[in-house]
């Protein structure tokens, strides 16, 4: 039987035109243009259908109420559909992957990420090959998991992240090899896929939720920082150097950061690298984080720490669990 497959278009490069004030949505234009596309109705495609929502957006633009939206129109049309095909911008895609990751709890369905770094009316567009491979992954149903399609790798899209602003690779999983890649056929690197899970569920984040992050660099002024670090912030990221480490020169740091944690401010330690894992306690330089009772992200992106954080606040886990949960590996975002 013909695999079926929902395309939900929330917005991005993929479906912009060019205005006078640079590139920018349309409704109603992406539907006609696919509508033209001979590829999409071969007969070897899944039979698709694109639900277009009512507020399309630079990517940069999303909400938690756009993530909810996706999140709820999957749920609604789970039984219908053997995969799912989300086209978004690509500035805050890895954002959306990893926060769809916790809130469709028990994925069962392959929900495939992608976007274009050039418009679909455009001649030299990436919008196609895009478009048309995530179809087909999400039509094959081999990959239960959300997903980053993009420049011919099929990505964990909560190990994904932007590298790129300008090229056609725009994503890599640094700390996680891809899951699949396109060549002539599909090639499915099947012991790195997580298998399915049996009854999606979906948990909303609050939109409500003061959580931080914080870019450490050389000459940093700690005291700049007092004024959010109340005990209204409920978590802090912080991006460190290498393994974990923070300046040690600035003695106004850790009583912030002591102060932060008696106030029940959750606090994760990333790293600025690109690759590799932090280590706290490697060096003294990251020590006192870890007494100040920071967590480690691990090898968590960024993008995946912040909307951990926000899922593990929706299930309403206490401090003590939300710290230790921060580091065990939930939906294959953490190697342990
Ligand atoms: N600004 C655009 C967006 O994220 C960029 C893109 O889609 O490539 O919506």
Redesign the pocket.
């Given at each position: 039987m013909q695999k079926k497959v929902l395309i939900i278009y929330t917005?991005?490069?993929?479906g912009?035109v060019e205005t006078e004030d640079g590139?920018a949505t349309k409704s109603g234009y992406l539907h006609k243009v696919l509508g033209r596309m001979s590829e999409l109705f071969h007969s070897g495609m899944p039979h698709w259908e694109l639900i277009e929502f009512e507020r399309i957006?630079?990517?940069?633009n999303i909400s938690i109420s756009d993530w909810s939206a996706m999140a709820h129109t999957i749920r609604d049309n789970y039984d219908k559909f053997d995969g799912f095909v989300i086209l978004?911008?690509?500035?805050?895609?890895a954002y959306t992957a990893s926060a769809l990751s916790f809130m469709l709890e028990g994925l069962g369905k392959p929900v495939i990420l992608t976007?274009?770094?050039i418009p679909i009316g455009q001649a030299r567009s990436d919008a196609r090959d895009n478009l048309i491979s995530s179809v087909i992954i999400a039509g094959e149903g081999r990959v239960p998991e959300v997903c980053v399609y993009f420049g011919k790798k099929l990505l964990r899209g909560n190990r994904s992240t932007k590298v790129s602003a300008d090229e056609m690779e725009?994503f890599s999983s640094p700390n996680f090899p891809p899951l699949a890649t396109s060549a002539i056929d599909i090639r499915y690197i099947d012991s790195l896929i997580r298998p399915a899970g049996n009854m999606l569920e979906v948990v909303d984040f609050a939109e409500d939720m003061p959580i931080a992050v914080l870019k450490i660099f050389p000459g940093i002024q700690f005291k700049m920082f007092e004024n959010i670090m109340t005990e209204n912030l409920k978590a802090l990221v912080i991006e460190a150097f290498g393994v974990g480490n923070i300046p040690q020169y600035d003695a106004e740091l850790l009583p912030l950061i002591r102060k932060a944690a008696d106030n029940g401010t959750i606090i994760v330690v990333c790293t600025q690298c690109l690759r590799g894992k932090v280590q706290l306690g490697t060096y003294e330089t990251s020590s006192a984080l870890k007494k100040a009772g920071a967590v480690s992200g691990g090898d968590m992106t960024v993008e995946a720490a912040v909307t951990k954080l926000r899922y593990l606040f929706a299930k309403r886990c206490s401090p003590g669990r939300i710290k230790s949960l921060m580091e065990k590996d939930l939906r294959g975002e953490l190697s342990e």
């Open positions: 917005g991005g490069t993929i912009m590139y957006c630079d990517s940069s978004h911008g690509t500035d805050t895609m976007g274009a770094q725009a």
